[in-house]
Structures are given as structure tokens and as C-alpha cells.
Nanobody, 119 residues
Framework: QVQLMESGGGSVQPGGSLTLSCTASGDIDRINALGWYRQAPGKHRELVSVITDLGSTHYGSSVQGRFTISRNNAKTAVYLQMDSLKPEDTAVYYC?????????????WGQGTQVTVSP
């Protein structure tokens, strides 16, 4: 199993910045990718960004150019630097780990952290 713990959410004005952090523990050697998803009220959960085991990154189109994902060398933490925040970025942000076992790939999720962008 993998345990994920997010931190760093909060409230910010439009145009501001926040950094989210997520620490991973457990079967970290089996993690293929770490990422961030978000879910706004009444909407489906959507991909924000992901970083693979090899360091490749991918961003959702709505955050491309404004958000930056990174991780530490030990692959036990993943970060999301969010700049130029907009009200539509308001959501609960979830950390995600794709974990490969011998016969299955399992998604693990953190408990979520609220990000609110408002004047």
C-alpha cells in the first residue's frame, strides 16, 4: 500500500500563488507516477498534472503554463507550484500515486486539500 498526505492548500486572491505538497510512504519503490487531480463542486475529478517515474511531466490544458509539478529525488514527495491562479482553479486538490504490483496497477489517493481563489 501507499499512503499519501497533502498539505499547502488555502485561500488566495486571483493572480496569486500557492504550493501544494504531497508526501508518499509505503510501497514507494512500486510507484510509476505521482500526480495531482482536482474536483470542483458539481464537476468530475480532472487531471491537473502528473510526473512519471522517469521524470516526464504532463499538464491539463487549463493549467498548462501556470502550474509546475516537481518531485524530490527519493520520489517520496511531489509538489505543485500554482501561479497566476484564477477563480476557476478553486477545487479540492488530490494527490495520486499509480502503483504497479505483479498483477495489477492500483491508484492511491490522498485525502484532498482545498484551494480557494477569490477576490
Amino acid at each position: 500500500q501507499v499512503q499519501l498526505m497533502e498539505s499547502g492548500g488555502g485561500s488566495v486572491q486571483p493572480g496569486g500563488s500557492l504550493t501544494l505538497s504531497c508526501t508518499a510512504s509505503g510501497d514507494i519503490d512500486r510507484i510509476n507516477a505521482l500526480g495531482w487531480y482536482r474536483q470542483a463542486p458539481g464537476k468530475h475529478r480532472e487531471l491537473v498534472s502528473v510526473i512519471t517515474d522517469l521524470g516526464s511531466t504532463h499538464y491539463g490544458s487549463s493549467v498548462q503554463g501556470r502550474f509546475t509539478i516537481s518531485r524530490n529525488n527519493a520520489k517520496t514527495a511531489v509538489y505543485l507550484q500554482m501561479d497566476s491562479l484564477k477563480p476557476e482553479d478553486t477545487a479540492v486538490y488530490y494527490c495520486n500515486a499509480d502503483v504497479q504490483y505483479e498483477t495489477e496497477l492500483i491508484d492511491y489517493w490522498g485525502q484532498g486539500t482545498q484551494v480557494t481563489v477569490s477576490p
